[in-house]
C-alpha cells in the first residue's frame, strides 16, 4: 500500500500562484510515475500533470506554460507549481501514485482562485 498527502490548497487571486505537495509513504518502493490530477465541481476528473522517475513530464493544454511538476526521489515527494492561476483552474486537486500496476490517490487539495 501507498498513502499519499496532499498539502498546499489554499484560496488565491487570479493571477497568483501556488505550490503543491504530495507526500508519499508506505510501500514506495518502486513507485514509477507520479502525477497531479483535478475534479471541479460538476466535471469529470482530469489530468493535470504527470512525471516518470527519470523525470519525464507531460501537462495538460490548459496548463502548459504556467504549471510545472517536479518530483523529490530522495523525500517521496512530487510538487505542482501553478503560476498564473485563473479561475478555471478552481477544483480539488489529488494526487497520484502508480506502482506495479496499481494507482494510488491521495484525499484531494482544494485550490479555490477568484476573480
Known amino acids: 500500500q501507498v498513502q499519499l498527502v496532499e498539502s498546499g490548497g489554499d484560496l488565491v487571486q487570479a493571477g497568483g500562484s501556488l505550490r503543491l505537495s504530495c507526500a508519499a509513504s508506505?510501500?514506495?518502493?518502486?513507485?514509477?510515475?507520479m502525477g497531479w490530477y483535478r475534479q471541479a465541481p460538476g466535471k469529470q476528473r482530469e489530468l493535470v500533470a504527470h512525471?516518470?522517475?527519470?523525470?519525464?513530464?507531460n501537462y495538460a493544454d490548459s496548463v502548459k506554460g504556467r504549471f510545472t511538476i517536479s518530483r523529490d526521489n530522495a523525500k517521496n515527494t512530487v510538487y505542482l507549481q501553478m503560476n498564473s492561476l485563473k479561475p478555471e483552474d478552481t477544483a480539488v486537486y489529488y494526487c497520484?501514485?502508480?506502482?506495479?500496476?496499481?494507482?494510488?490517490w491521495g484525499q484531494g487539495t482544494q485550490v479555490t482562485v477568484s476573480s
Open positions: 512525471i516518470t522517475t527519470g523525470g519525464s513530464t
Open positions: 497520484l501514485a502508480s506502482r506495479l500496476g496499481h494507482d494510488y
Open positions: 508506505g510501500s514506495i518502493f518502486r513507485i514509477n510515475a
